[in-house]
């Protein structure tokens, strides 16, 4: 998808394919044959940019046909590049400009709760995007509320646009900082699916206040060059790099 339209943001996908996959096709309660049923989970992509990965995945969960991911991120196209609410069934939040998402779970999380609604919001928060002062302030508030219908997860792959994301900003101790908010906190290695499902079926069970799970993810992964490599948050594969990574990925 980004190397047809050639747009950025790969390595900011792959952090997050396989708590996208636990998500959709593990946990939460969701169908793609009624995609606006009252009671369903939803979940934010709050760091927006992650869209294609979301796109995607919405796509292999038959939400919409896959063809359509071919009009992703360009001109006249069908997929904006920031997630778009109206663009495709299946995304609950419009996103691009960081530090929302956690706003407008709260919201959601909230509004279940005085119609005695059971669905679960899920929001997944990027490492540099808690350095936006809106992220702390919905983090002070969830507890406050008593919010245990609304599951936080940080996409902890250590980079954000510029540099490391410790450096930028002091984000570390960042499983520290949510428990001194009076959140529950969890940590999990974010590729590696049974431990995601198991701290998500934790979380689920946690009474009174709001879970975060920190996940510990590698920007790029599953493509050698691409992993761990801050270069790949704007580039775009050229066909070389595409063939190299299709034979990584074990794609034909």
Not at 34 to 61: M, Q, V
Not at 225 to 232: G, I, K, V, Y
Request: hydrophobic share 40%; glycine share 10%.
């Amino acid at each position: 998808m980004t190397h047809r339209s050639k747009s950025s943001h790969i390595g900011s996908c792959l952090s997050i394919c396989e708590i996208l996959y636990c998500l959709y096709f593990k946990v939460m309660n969701i169908d793609p044959h009624d995609p606006h049923k009252i009671d369903r989970d939803k979940f934010i992509l709050s760091k927006g940019h992650g869209s294609a990965a979301l796109y995607a995945t919405l796509a292999e969960r038959g939400f919409f046909p896959k063809d359509k991911l071919e009009g992703f991120y360009m001109d006249h196209g069908t997929l904006p590049g920031h997630l778009d609410m109206q663009a495709v069934d299946g995304i609950e939040a419009s996103a691009g400009s960081l530090g929302h998402g956690l706003s407008l779970g709260l919201g959601m999380a909230i509004a279940n709760k005085c119609d005695s609604n059971p669905g679960r919001i899920f929001v997944l928060l990027g490492d540099g995007e808690c350095n936006e002062g809106s992220v702390w302030e919905g983090a002070m508030f969830a507890p406050m509320r008593q919010l245990d219908n609304l599951t936080v997860m940080v996409d902890f792959n250590k980079w954000q646009a510029t540099d490391r994301s410790t450096k930028v900003l002091a984000l570390e101790p960042l499983t520290d900082k949510w428990k001194s908010f009076g959140w529950e906190v969890f940590e999990a290695d974010g590729h590696d699916f049974a431990k995601l499902k198991t701290m998500l079926e934790a979380a689920s069970k946690v009474k009174n206040k709001p879970s975060v799970i920190v996940c510990h993810t590698t920007k790029g992964k599953g493509i050698s060059f691409m992993e761990d490599n801050n270069n790949w948050h704007y580039r775009v594969p050229n066909e070389e790099e595409m063939a190299i990574s299709k034979v990584e990925l074990g794609i034909k």
